[in-house]
T-cell receptor
């Protein structure tokens, strides 16, 4: 099946610093990638939709200047959490849709961010 | 506004019996539905999906039923196995094009425990 990787899997950073999370589709091309956030014992919350070569579309309530998304190629999207605060601590998961057009999204393993 | 709801936070089943996970939705525009399985600290894994033009889709031990008039879908796992123990999320997609294309809206998840 389609494989999506994320790096890093875990990161701890200090308040005020920025953290970049990478999402890669390893064996397929993804024109669209999605970024989710999951709070403990909660559902996955869509943060933004990332389209290759264009600006990301953010969901209501998500600060685009705080969560910078770049989708520079058909296999890579990055999420940068800028000026991180402890409340940004969460589990961030990306997913990718195959360029072939299937509706299924394939998810990465997630990144656990802890801001101290 | 929770457009996709899984009202049972947990389900416990004996090995070999049937597991039935339920999901309700409110947006009648959703036209594709998916079930994902998720282990802690991992990304969701796609299980099975169904288009709104169908009322049943079967794949091995997994069957998804869709009742559009009731805006309800269910996932049946039979026979259940201890390895099926995980969190199960249902998700709905609105493939109407534009910026909504391919976005998934997730339910809160149901923790399934299959006892040996």
């Amino acid at each position: 099946g389609a494989v999506v990787s994320q790096h890093p899997s875990r990161v701890i950073c200090k308040s005020g610093t920025s953290v970049k999370i990478e999402c890669r589709s390893l064996d397929f091309q993804a024109t669209t990638m999605f970024w989710y956030r999951q709070f403990p014992k909660k559902s996955l919350m869509l943060m933004a939709t990332s389209n290759e070569g264009s600006k990301a579309t953010y969901e209501q309530g998500v600060e685009k200047d705080k969560f910078l998304i770049n989708h520079a190629s058909l296999t890579l999207s990055t999420l940068t959490v800028t000026s991180a605060h402890p409340e940004d601590s969460s589990f961030y998961i990306c997913s990718a849709r195959d360029r072939g057009g299937s509706y299924e999204q394939y998810f990465g393993p997630g990144t656990r961010l802890t801001v101290t | 506004d929770q457009q996709v709801k899984q009202n049972s936070p947990s389900l416990s089943v004996q090995e070999g019996r049937i597991s039935i996970l339920n999901c309700d939705y409110t947006n009648s525009m959703f036209d594709y539905f998916l079930w994902y399985k998720k282990y802690p600290a991992e990304g969701p894994t796609f299980l099975i999906s169904i288009s709104s033009i169908k009322d049943k889709n079967e794949d091995g031990r997994f069957t998804v039923f869709l009742n559009k008039s009731a805006k309800h879908l269910s996932l049946h796992i039979v026979p259940s196995q201890p390895g099926d123990s995980a969190v199960y999320f249902c998700a709905a997609s609105l493939n109407a094009g534009g910026t909504s294309y391919g976005k998934l809206t997730f339910g809160q998840g149901t923790i399934l425990t299959v006892h040996p």
